[in-house]
């Protein structure tokens, strides 16, 4: 999990209030399976086993009008922001990969 704080704003694991939400199952050519999930206050994207690619689980959210850096992970990247400012959120398996747009 990472928290942001420098330019966004504190973005900390913390409980949530219910938020409207977005999810977003998808599987590479290589077979890996991956979901994306997100609302205003957590947004993770999530590579399960199986497959053969190597990729991780990459995910940025958009806060304020403005976009973060990619955060990725092996198994599971979250990204968590105690004050409900994630407007959009963006989710893929690999550096190169094609992104896909969640909205809260």
């Known amino acids: 999990m990472v928290a942001l704080a420098a ?15 977005d999810d977003h199952f998808w599987t590479r050519s290589c077979g890996s399976k991956y979901y994306a999930y997100a609302d205003n206050y957590i947004a993770w994207t999530k590579k399960y086993s ?9 995910v940025r959210v958009k806060l304020n009008g403005d976009w973060t850096k990619w955060y990725h992970a092996s198994g599971k ?7 409900g400012d994630i ?5 893929k398996g ?3 990969c094609k992104p ?4 809260p």
Request: net charge negative; glycine share 12%.
């Open 94 to 96: 690999c550096a190169d």
């Open 87 to 91: 407007e959009l959120s963006e989710h």
């Open 77 to 83: 990247m979250t990204l968590n922001n105690d004050y």
């Open 7 to 21: 330019a966004f704003g504190s973005l900390i694991a913390v409980g949530s209030p219910a938020a409207a939400a």
């Open 50 to 58: 199986g497959g053969s690619c190597s990729g991780h689980a990459w």
């Open 100 to 103: 896909y747009l969640l909205i």
